[in-house]
C-alpha cells in the first residue's frame, strides 16, 4: 500500500520569510513519481512539479525548490522569499500504476 | 488551449437522489481520472477511464460509476446519494505514456462541489 504523509497540518509565515513544506511517501514500487500540487481559494489543483524515483537531483524553478532524498523518503517543497499570492494548500502526491495517493495537505498562510 | 473543464460548479441534492457531473479533457489527452475531497483532506482518486473502459478503481461502492466518451470527455454518475458524499469533485486529465510508475502528469479541473442535504 502506499502513503504519503504531510505532517505540517498549517503553516503561516510573513512574506518575505523561507518556508519548507514537509513530504513523507511509503511505497514498494521500484519505479514511481512524486508530484505537489497546489490550491488556491478556487479549489483547481495546480500541477507544480513531477520527479521520478531515479532522479534525486534537487530542482528550482524561481522561487521554488525541491528536494528529493530517497534514504529517507521524502520530498520536500521550499518556497523562498514567500509572497502574499503563496497562500494555498499545497499537496505531495506518489504515483501508484495510475492513481495519485495523496496527503492530507498543508494549509501555507502567507500574512503581509 | 483549454484546460480541464467541469460541469456544473455547484450541485446541491437530497439524500437518495442521483447525480452527474461532466469533465471535458484538457485538449490532446486521452485518458481521464476522478477524485473525491472531502473538506479538509486530500482527494482520493475514484476510478480512471481510457479508451472508453475503466482501467482503474479506487476504494468506492458501486453506487459510483462512470462513463468515457469517444471525444474523451466523461462523466460521473453517483446513485442513492447519501450525506457522506457531499464533496468537491475532482476530474483530471492526462495523456497516456506507457511508461511505468504512473509517470503521466494529470492536470485538474476546477471541480464541482456537491451538497448533499
Known amino acids: 500500500a502506499q502513503k504519503v504523509t504531510q505532517a505540517q497540518t498549517e503553516i503561516s509565515v510573513v512574506e518575505k520569510e523561507d518556508v519548507t513544506l514537509d513530504c513523507v511517501y511509503e511505497?514498494?514500487?521500484?519505479?514511481?513519481?512524486l508530484f505537489w500540487y497546489k490550491q488556491p481559494p478556487s479549489g483547481e489543483l495546480v500541477f507544480l512539479i513531477r520527479?521520478?524515483?531515479?532522479?534525486?537531483q534537487n530542482e528550482i524553478s524561481g522561487r521554488y525548490s525541491w528536494n528529493f532524498q530517497k534514504s529517507t523518503s521524502s520530498f520536500n517543497f521550499t518556497i523562498t522569499a514567500s509572497q502574499v499570492v503563496d497562500s494555498a494548500v499545497y499537496f505531495c502526491?506518489?504515483?501508484?500504476?495510475?492513481?495519485?495517493?495523496f496527503g492530507s495537505g498543508t494549509r501555507l498562510q502567507v500574512q503581509p | 488551449d483549454a484546460g480541464v473543464t467541469q460541469s456544473p460548479t455547484h450541485l446541491i441534492k437530497t439524500r437518495g437522489q442521483q447525480v452527474t457531473l461532466r469533465c471535458s479533457p484538457k485538449?490532446?489527452?486521452?485518458?481521464v481520472s476522478w477524485y473525491q475531497q472531502a473538506l479538509g483532506q486530500g482527494p482520493q482518486f475514484i476510478f480512471q477511464?481510457?479508451?472508453?473502459?475503466?482501467?482503474q478503481r479506487g476504494n468506492f461502492p458501486d453506487r459510483f460509476s462512470g462513463h468515457q466518451f469517444p471525444n474523451y470527455s466523461s462523466e460521473l454518475n453517483v446513485n442513492a446519494l447519501l450525506l457522506g458524499d457531499s464533496a468537491l469533485y475532482l476530474c483530471?486529465?492526462?495523456?497516456?505514456?506507457?511508461?511505468?510508475?504512473?509517470?503521466?502528469?494529470?492536470?485538474f479541473g476546477p471541480g464541482t462541489r456537491l451538497t448533499v442535504l
Open positions: 520527479r521520478n524515483s531515479f532522479d534525486e
Open positions: 502526491a506518489l504515483s501508484g500504476r495510475r492513481a495519485l495517493t
Open positions: 483530471a486529465s492526462s495523456l497516456l505514456s506507457g511508461l511505468a510508475g504512473g509517470a503521466d502528469t494529470q492536470y
Open positions: 477511464y481510457y479508451e472508453e473502459e475503466e482501467r
Open positions: 485538449s490532446g489527452h486521452d485518458t
Open positions: 511505497t514498494r514500487d521500484t519505479t514511481y513519481y
